[in-house]
C-alpha cells in the first residue's frame, strides 16, 4: 500500500519536469503538493507561481505567467498519468488542482488492500524505507516494592504501541523494563522484611500490598533511630555483595515482579525484558573509568561530573560520597546499549519533567563517541500528566495515588454496565447475548473493552499534554472512544456475515471490480486509502493519536456510507461488500498496531 499523495506528487514531478525546457530540467524544483479544498479537487500543486517568477526570462512565450505553465502542467499531467485523474483544472494564480478518478480509487484499493492478506497485515510500500534497524524501547519503568499507579499508564501504553509501529515498518524491536530495582531504600525495606517475617528467607511472605508494606518501612525509617541505623548498614551490605542481603533482596523484587506481571497480563504486553538498575551495577565503574580516560570528567563539590552545553547542571557520574546514582546508570545504560547490543536506535518514554535529564544523557552519549547521529539515533518521547477533573493529578477521593489494577478493574465494571445496559434496550448485536454469547464470552468482551477503552483513551490524547481521566468520556458509546470503534467494527462482521462473505481467511479479492458511483463510496475509499499516508507521519514523529484521530475518522465515513448506502440486497452488494472489507482489514490492522483486541460480535 502506496500513499496516494505520494503517487500524486511523483505524477506532478514528471509534469513539471516535462513542462520545464530542457536546458532548465536540471534546476526543475521539486513539487509543492497539497491537500485541495474539497469543493474543487483532492491536491493541487503550486510550483507555477514561483517558476514564474524565477525563470521568467529563461522560460519561452507561452510560458511567461504562472496560469500559461499551470496550463502546460495540467496538459502533461493528462498525458502522462490519464488514468489517475477525473479531471484537472488552473486558477488563474496557476494553482493546478486535480480530482483523482473514481477507476484509479478502486483499482488502488483492490491492489493494495484487498490482496491477500493471510497474516492480517495490510502491507506498506513507503518511499524512502529505510533498512531495518534495531531498536530499544525503554518503557514502563516502575519501582519495585511500590504498586503500579496510573502515572506508570502513559510509558507501558506508549511503550508497547511505539513498539509494534516500529515493529510494523519492519524494524528489530526490543522492548527494555528499566525497573527501579536498587537504591538506599532497600535497606529499610529488607530490615522490615526481617522484623515482619523473620523466616522469609526460607517462607516467602505473600505481601498483598506492597504500597502499604512500603510505607510502613518507610514510617519507622523516619520514626526510630535504631531502625534507621540498621536500614543503612543493611545497605552497605547490600551494596558490597553479601548473600544475606541479596536474597533478601531478591525476595523482594520477586515480590513486586509478580505484581507487575498481573499489570502486564491484563493490559496484554508481551515481551517485555527486564533489565533493571541493578543490572548495570558492575559496569558503572569501567565506564567512569573509561570516561575519565576521555577527559570528560570534572571533579565539582567533591563529585564527579560531566558537564554539557544543555545547561549548568552536570551529570554526576560518582556521588561525593563515592556512591551511584541515577545519572551514573543512565550513562552505563546508553553505553551498554548503543557499544554492547549495537543498537541503531534507542527511545526513552518517560514524564516530560525529565527532558532535560534525557538531553543531558544523548549529549553525554555523543561527546564519548558512543553515539553517531543520523547512523544512530536517540529519542525522547516525552509525555504530559494523567489529570483528575480538577486538573491536579490524578488521585483518589482520600488524596492517595490510583493503583492502576484498580482503574482496571473499574473500567471493566463500567464496560460491563454498558454491555448490560444495551442488551436490556434490546439493541441486539450492540448488545451481545442475542449473537450467542455465553456468559464466559460476554465476560471476556467486557474486560476487552475496558481495557480497549483505557488504552484508547490514552493514545488519542496528544502525548506532550496532560489530558483529564473521565470513565464516562472514555467509555461513551457515541464519541472518539474504543467502545464507538469496536462497535463499528463488529457491525462491519455482522453485515459480511449476514452475506455469507467470508472475512476470516484473508484471501484475494485484487482481481474482482469495486464500482464507485456515490460520493459516499468515493469518501470512504479515499480515507481507506489514506491509511499508507497516516503511517508515514506516525512513523515520523511517533505520535499515536495521529493514528487515532484516523480511526476515528475511518469508522464516521464508514458510518456515513451505511446509512446512505445500502449494502445486502443491493445492486452494488459485491462492490459494496469489498468496501466494507477494505474498511474492516485496515480498521483491524491499526486495532492491532494500537493492541486493541477486535471483536466480531458485541
Not at 536540471?26 to 497539497?34: E, I, Q
Not at 451481545?432 to 476487552?448: H, M, P, Q, V, Y
Request: with cysteine.
Amino acid at each position: 500500500m502506496k500513499p496516494v499523495s505520494s503517487q500524486v506528487h511523483e505524477a506532478f514531478g514528471k509534469a513539471l519536469r516535462t513542462t520545464m525546457p530542457s536546458t532548465l530540467q536540471a534546476s526543475c524544483p521539486d513539487p509543492m503538493v497539497a491537500t485541495a479544498n474539497p469543493k474543487f479537487g483532492d491536491y493541487q500543486c503550486n510550483n507555477a507561481m514561483g517558476l514564474a517568477k524565477k525563470f521568467k526570462s529563461e522560460l519561452p512565450d507561452g510560458m511567461k505567467i504562472p496560469k500559461q505553465i499551470g496550463e502546460k502542467i495540467k496538459s502533461n499531467l493528462m498525458e502522462e498519468s490519464p488514468e489517475e485523474f477525473e479531471s484537472v483544472t488552473v486558477a488563474p494564480a496557476g494553482f493546478v488542482t486535480v480530482k483523482l478518478s473514481s477507476g484509479w480509487i478502486a483499482k488502488q484499493l483492490t491492489s493494495s488492500v484487498l490482496g491477500e492478506c493471510k497474516d492480517g497485515k495490510v502491507k506498506l510500500d513507503l518511499p524512502n524505507k529505510e533498512a531495518p534497524r534495531k531498536v530499544i524501547v525503554d518503557m514502563s519503568s516502575p519501582n519495585i516494592a511500590k504498586e503500579m499507579h496510573v502515572g506508570h499508564l502513559r510509558s507501558t501504553i506508549l511503550g508497547e504501541t511505539v513498539s509494534r509501529i516500529l515493529e510494523y515498518a519492519g524494524n528489530d524491536v526490543h522492548r527494555i523494563n528499566h525497573v527501579g530495582d536498587w537504591g538506599t531504600q532497600f535497606g529499610m525495606l529488607i530490615e522490615h522484611m526481617k522484623d515482619a517475617y523473620p523466616d522469609f528467607l526460607h517462607h516467602t511472605p505473600e505481601v498483598s500490598d506492597l504500597q502499604t508494606f512500603y510505607k510502613a518501612a518507610k514510617k519507622r525509617f523516619d520514626e526510630e533511630p535504631e531502625f534507621k541505623k540498621r536500614s543503612q548498614e543493611e545497605v552497605v551490605a547490600l551494596q558490597s555483595g553479601d548473600e544475606y542481603a541479596r536474597k533478601a533482596w531478591q525476595i523482594c523484587c520477586d515480590i513486586s515482579r509478580k505484581s507487575f506481571e498481573e499489570v502486564y497480563r491484563r493490559l496484554g504486553i508481551k515481551g517485555l525484558k527486564e533489565q533493571g538498575e541493578s543490572f548495570y551495577n558492575e559496569m558503572i565503574g569501567p565506564v567512569v573509568e573509561m570516561l575519565e580516560k576521555q577527559g570528560l570528567v570534572v571533579e565539582s563539590n567533591g563529585a564527579k561530573c560531566i558537564f554539557t552545553d544543555i545547561d549548568d547542571v552536570p551529570m554526576m557520574v560518582v556521588k561525593s560520597d563515592g556512591g551511584y546514582g541515577y545519572d551514573s546508570t543512565d550513562v552505563t545504560a546508553v553505553w551498554y546499549r548503543l557499544t554492547q547490543l549495537h543498537a541503531d536506535e534507542v527511545v526513552y518514554i518517560t514524564d516530560l519533567g525529565q527532558e532535560v535529564h534525557f538531553k543531558k544523557l544523548f549529549e553525554v552519549a555523543k561527546m564519548a563517541g558512543w553515539h553517531h547521529p543520523p547512523q544512530t539515533k536517540l529519542d525522547y518521547l516525552g509525555f504530559g500528566v494523567v489529570c483528575g477533573e480538577d486538573g491536579k493529578k490524578f488521585k483518589t477521593r482520600s488524596g492517595t495515588t490510583v493503583k492502576l489494577t484498580d482503574l482496571l478493574d473499574e473500567a471493566e465494571d463500567r464496560a460491563k454496565k454498558e454491555l448490560e445496559s444495551r442488551l436490556n434496550a434490546g439493541e441486539g448485536e450492540a448488545a451481545g447475548r442475542s449473537t450467542g454469547l455465553t456468559e464466559e464470552e460476554f465476560d471476556n468482551a467486557s474486560k476487552i473493552i475496558g481495557v480497549a477503552s483505557v488504552r484508547y483513551f490514552d493514545l488519542r490524547q496528544n502525548r506532550t499534554t496532560n489530558y483529564i481521566f473521565n470513565f464516562d468520556k472514555m467509555l461513551d458509546p457515541k464519541g472518539n472512544t474504543a467502545v464507538f470503534l469496536l462497535y463499528a467494527y463488529a457491525r462491519i462482521c455482522s453485515i459480511l456475515r449476514k452475506a455469507n462473505f467470508d472475512y476470516h481467511s484473508g484471501l484475494d479479492f485484487s482481481t474482482e471490480e469495486i464500482t464507485i458511483t456515490e460520493e459516499k463510496e468515493r469518501a470512504l475509499a479515499l480515507e481507506i486509502l489514506r491509511f499508507a499516508e497516516v503511517m508515514q507521519a506516525v512513523l515520523s514523529d511517533l505520535q499515536c493519536h495521529r493514528l487515532c484521530e484516523y480511526m476515528w475518522d475511518l469508522t464516521n465515513k464508514f458510518t456515513s456510507f451505511y446509512t446512505e448506502c445500502k449494502v445486502v440486497g443491493s445492486e452494488q452488494e459485491r462492490s459494496r461488500l469489498l468496501l466494507c472489507e477494505a474498511t474492516r482489514r485496515v480498521l483491524a490492522q491499526c486495532f492491532e498496531i494500537l493492541d486493541i483486541t477486535p471483536l466480531e460480535r458485541i
